[in-house]
């Protein structure tokens, strides 16, 4: 059975630090591109970021370049995603989800359960 | 402003059909297949419809996907109170992106 469980999500001042993981189990991890996925209060989704099974493409959204960045240790079978200067628009649940896609298309077959990250002060 | 529009509400009694719509342009919807997703209340988003069509396993027929140009549209036949959910079209942008619709509430009278 194919799991995602994420993790490291928690209350982070203006300007923080916070580092999600994404345990995968069920499948073989080190052939399947990963993204994040974040859903803000009562709000629609917005795709985060992207990485390819070899981690030789990575993307991310314009509302997070520069500050974010994902990363995946094939030999855990994990993903993360390590969020610097984060802001109170950053606030939501993050989740990842296993893409199948191929040459360009994004299929996400898979979501773990989401992990709420609270930017306050 | 989500980049693929779709409305944000339907609904229509139990049994009945509803069409949920999903509007891009050339550099998304127009030259890259969509899948559908389904988020029940509370829960993670689920896979609906790939491909612009396809239905992965165990997903009934009831639910059913087309493309057209720079549009997509998911079908849902003989509705369920279970079905009441939020909607959501995907796909890849030119960009080197994914794109999300804004999500479409679903309510069965």
């Known amino acids: 059975e194919v799991q995602l469980v994420e993790s490291g999500g928690g209350l982070v001042k203006p300007g923080g630090s916070l580092r999600l993981s994404c345990a995968a189990s069920g499948f073989t991890f080190s052939s399947y591109s990963m993204n994040w996925v974040r859903q803000a209060p009562g709000k629609g989704l917005e795709w985060v970021s992207y990485i390819s099974s070899s981690s030789r493409y990575i993307y991310y959204a314009d509302s997070v370049k520069g500050r974010f960045t994902i990363s995946r240790d094939n030999a855990k079978n994990s993903l993360y995603l390590q969020m610097n200067s984060l802001r109170a628009e950053d606030t939501a649940v993050y989740y990842c989800?296993?893409?199948?896609?191929?040459?360009?298309?994004?299929?996400?077959?898979?979501w773990g359960q989401g992990t709420l990250v609270t930017v306050s002060s | 402003q989500s980049v693929l529009t779709q409305p944000p509400s339907v609904s229509a009694a139990p049994g009945q059909k509803v069409t949920i719509s999903c509007s891009g342009s050339s550099s998304n919807i127009g030259n890259n297949y969509v899948s559908w997703y389904q988020q029940l209340p509370g829960t993670a988003p689920k896979l609906l419809i790939y491909d612009n069509e396809k239905r992965p396993s165990g997903i009934p027929d009831r639910f059913s996907g087309s493309k057209s140009g720079t549009s997509a549209t998911l079908g849902i036949t003989g509705l369920q109170t279970g079905d009441e959910a939020d909607y959501y079209c995907?796909?890849?942008?030119?960009?080197?992106?994914?794109?999300f619709g804004g999500g479409t509430k679903l309510t069965v009278l």
């Open positions: 995907g796909t890849w942008d030119s960009s080197l992106s994914v794109v």
């Open positions: 989800a296993r893409d199948t896609g191929y040459g360009g298309n994004s299929i996400f077959d898979y």
